[in-house]
């Protein structure tokens, strides 16, 4: 049962239009019935907190600019706080008045009468306003992803410093390759979700932009202050061309893409996880917390939280296609299909995104390296002798390629005998040198155990980008900086929006008491 009630009675005869003195004919019942009113139970509760930001600010604005009187004002807004303390309870929505405007503008001159509730929406259109809202709406949802991806951030730069000595086998084409650290991994990680943050702090600034005054696309006749409008919504600037301001949601399709690059992140993360935690590799140790059971198999801990963080990437990849589809080839004006149809997963993607972060942290939080399993891993899987091939550079004078094959075959020779890296001899690699160059190297088995030492492994890496110590804390320490500077940028746009939002309801309260504005 739907939380409000709809008015939808198909088997009435078609009247004139609720909304129009000129079309001669409401919506037919079967487009009232099969998309204005599915539209409006859909859209309805996100657009209704955003059409009242926007009266207030706008109703503040006729007020100040002299185009409607105090008194207007004050009916206005006591009218506006009325309907915003019932929510949408209150409505009873008319699928004949076609969209949330419209049935808001006549349940507030039902209100306070045609006289006073006509004048609300002087100076503006629906296509501004529409716009306006999708701005803020847009600007709500970047600042919530900036907030919770910076909390991720910080927790894997926290989890990558305590975890900067963990020895694990690295994998390229998930074959193993060198060693690493578990520490280093998730610095990895934070390196390139710091960039997503970025891209989507950049966004921000074309996203807080005023549209409203706009008009339709063309401007408006009054003699309106958008600047005042601006202010109050907490912009930090007013659109320069009206017919950009509304025909163009470009700020939208690129907040969803470079989130669909941040969930395309989140989840390799979460493959890896999802490998690392499986039977056959147990480096990873996860709390049943974040697992489901089966209902048939009773040993089943599924890590189905993986799967699904995984999964919002495609719900991400769906709504850009989506939306770049809806916007190819309309015309550069208000169109539905660009402005509307076309973008309507994109919220729905976005408000996924924003939930996944805490849910990703969380993941983070409470991952436990195996460190045995890891360090057994490192020993089997011979991850160490890119170093025995370095090391024959080096001290053999050989060329790379000549150490590539002598190390490869030593590491055949050992396999072949059943052993593990760390029990390669010098023996094994005289015996290797032998059969690849036809003369034999001789190494001490005290220098052989140091090259294939995967500690020593790491830390020969220094200077090069490496999980080195060295490396390590350089890299914690650029991280740590950029958070701090991209804490001081978000805390800006943050307080900024919060002022407004402030100094709005306090403009509006009072005019709604009939003192006027300060």
Known sequence: ????????????????????????????????????????????????????????????????????TGETARKLAQGVLQIESEGIEGFELDPALEDPYFNYEAKIIKMVGSETGGQIHTARSR?????????????????????????????????GEQFKDV????????????????????????????????????CYARINMNPLGAGAFAGVTFPIDRQMTAHLLGFDAVTDHSLDAVASRDYLIELISNCTLLTSNIG?????????????????????????????????????????????????????????????ATPFSHMLD???????????????????????RFIVENAEPRRERMLELVHSNFSTITDLADALVNIAGLSFRESHHVAGRTARLALDQGLSSNQITAEHVAAASDNILGRKITLDQAVVEDILDPAQAVERRAGSGSPAAKDMEMMLSNLKLQLDQDLVFFKQRRNKVTEAHHRLEMDFASVAQGKGLS
């Not at 001669?24 to 009113?37: D, H, K």
């Open 268 to 328: 390799r993360m979460a493959q890896d996880f999802y490998v690392m935690t499986s039977f056959e590799f147990q480096t990873l140790q996860l709390p049943d917390s974040v697992a489901i059971t089966s209902s048939i198999m009773p040993q089943k801990k599924n890590m189905t939280t993986l799967e699904i963080l995984k999964g919002r990437v495609a719900q991400a990849t769906g709504a850009l296609v989506t939306a770049l589809a809806g916007y190819k």
């Open 127 to 159: 296509n501004d306003l529409k716009s306006t809202m999708d701005r803020l709406r847009a600007r709500t949802l970047c600042l919530r992803v900036l907030e919770d991806l910076f909390s991720l951030r910080e927790t894997m730069v926290t989890c």
């Open 1 to 68: 049962m739907n939380k409000y009630r709809i008015e939808n009675d198909n088997r009435k005869k078609n009247t004139s239009s609720k909304v129009s003195g000129f079309l001669q004919q409401e919506l037919a019942p079967v487009i009232q019935e099969c998309i204005t009113s599915p539209a409006l139970q859909r859209s309805f509760p996100a657009a209704l907190p955003l059409i009242t930001s926007v009266n207030k600010a706008h109703i503040l604005m006729l007020m100040r600019c002299g185009i409607i």
């Open 167 to 202: 020895i694990m086998p690295g994998y390229t084409h998930l074959q193993p390759a060198q060693p690493i650290t578990f520490g280093y991994y998730l610095l990895g990680v934070a390196y390139a979700i710091g960039r997503d943050w970025q891209r989507i702090a950049e």
């Open 338 to 360: 660009g402005s509307q149809e076309g973008l309507r997963w994109a919220w729905d993607a976005l408000e996924e995104i924003a939930l996944s972060l805490p849910v990703a």
